[in-house]
């Protein structure tokens, strides 16, 4: 049998830190700064000294994402009140939720219920929680957390975003929203980015407001999973069989593999001059589309050089079949690098390594799939790695090389 509001609780990680956007003055004011502070707490240092080697000590942009897709159960907002370190009241806006003595700490509203009365409490008009030590009034502020898993740090465990700024919380709030309308309900896993951003906002200076430039939270999804997303819908707006048709390279064509053929073989209408090192592949060693390779893989020179001569002769095949051979630029290379990025960093986004393997085989300034050609990203979708959709697996032979 369950313990009623002990193992009931919901799903959970540990938490293993903190990332705030502010620090204390010598006086104790709070001061804004334009970067994350990372805390990492106590017995952390090797996952810390982890997220120093990737990120610096002053980062303004950090990979995350979200282990559940309950919004509530990953980011909330109060109003809360604090005298020393002992939280003093907490408020959703409308009813006070908790308030205790100051001075003894004994329960006055709890679970939303003054305990003497029964009743209700409403949240107070000036703001007022209760007093402190020495009887002053101690008002309630803004407070919103945030648990974000790092994939870098490859652990279940999150660390907690903290503000204090109304704009963050309501920045945070409608775009975890707006993201889980664009994904149809579903939030988890997202890769996102949580950065900092300048903005114009209203802020109460000597009893009056004035315009101010501060550095607020933003919480955006990855460019290339927003480019498939965006993509996924307009196929999904398109009768099935267009679709098919015209999204899915060689789907309706099943056949045995097939290799390119060496220059010549295939004759294309406009003449391309081939460069010396690429006329005379050491042999066709890739297949077109239509199931995985069955050959053994090959080493990089030898595949860096078929990938070359294939290229060359794109047009050609396009010719031949523009529906399996066709790839759309805005679509099909966030495809490619988001496959390649999940089999050289698992859940991280390794993007430098992918750099590094595309640039070997296309050559300086040609790591980012933006920079490909049409028939550069046709080959290597379509020929080489074989895929069609966002998170396909790789086959055997693709993988190993």
């Known amino acids: ?150 994939p870098e740090l490859e652990r279940a465990a999150y660390l907690m975003v903290t503000t204090g700024s109304w704009n963050d919380i309501r920045n945070i709030s409608q775009q975890l929203a707006g993201l889980k309308e664009l994904n149809n309900g579903v939030i988890k896993g997202v890769p996102l980015n949580l950065r900092r951003r300048d903005k114009e906002v209203m802020v109460p200076l000597k009893d009056k407001k004035q315009r101010m430039t501060k550095s607020l939270l933003s919480i955006e999804a990855d460019p290339n999973w927003v480019a498939a ?71 990089p020179e030898t595949l860096k050089k078929n990938i070359e001569s294939t290229i060359l002769k794109y047009d050609a095949l396009l010719e031949q079949d523009g529906a399996k051979y066709q790839v759309d630029m805005e679509h099909d290379g966030p495809i490619v690098a988001s496959v390649v990025d999940v089999y050289v960093g698992g859940l991280q986004k390794n993007s430098l390594s992918r750099y590094a393997i595309f640039t070997f085989l296309l050559g300086e300034g040609k790591g980012s799939t933006k920079t490909w050609t049409a028939q550069e990203l046709g080959t290597i979708k379509n020929i080489w790695l074989k895929i069609g959709s966002y998170g396909e697996a790789l086959g055997s032979v693709e993988e190993e090389e």
């Open 1 to 150: 049998m369950p313990i009623i509001g002990v193992t009931t609780k919901g799903l959970s990680f540990p938490e293993i830190g903190r990332i705030r956007k502010g620090m204390k003055g010598e006086k104790g004011n709070p001061i804004d700064l334009d970067y994350f502070r990372v805390e990492f707490s106590e017995g952390e240092e090797e996952t810390e000294n982890k997220f120093m080697a990737i990120y610096g000590s002053e980062p303004k942009e950090i990979n995350i994402f979200l282990p559940f897709n309950e919004i509530e159960s990953m980011f909330d907002g109060w109003l809360e009140a604090y005298v020393a370190s002992r939280m003093l009241a907490r408020s959703d806006g409308e009813w006070v939720h908790y308030r205790c003595d100051s001075q003894t700490g004994e329960a006055i509203v709890l679970n939303g219920i003054d305990v003497k009365t029964g009743e209700r409490e409403k949240h107070p008009e000036d703001d007022i929680a209760g007093q402190d030590y020495q009887g002053k009034p101690v008002k309630y502020s803004p407070i919103g957390r945030l648990k974000v898993i790092v």
């Open 229 to 299: 997303r965006i993509h996924e819908d307009k196929v999904q707006s398109f009768p099935t069989h267009i679709a098919s048709t015209m999204l899915e390279p060689g789907a309706d064509y099943p056949e045995p593999e097939m290799e390119i053929l060496p220059p010549g073989d295939i004759t294309p209408t406009t003449q391309v001059s081939i460069p010396p090192e690429a006329e005379t592949p050491t042999e066709a060693v890739i297949e077109a589309p239509g199931g995985k390779s069955a050959r053994s893989p090959h080493d």
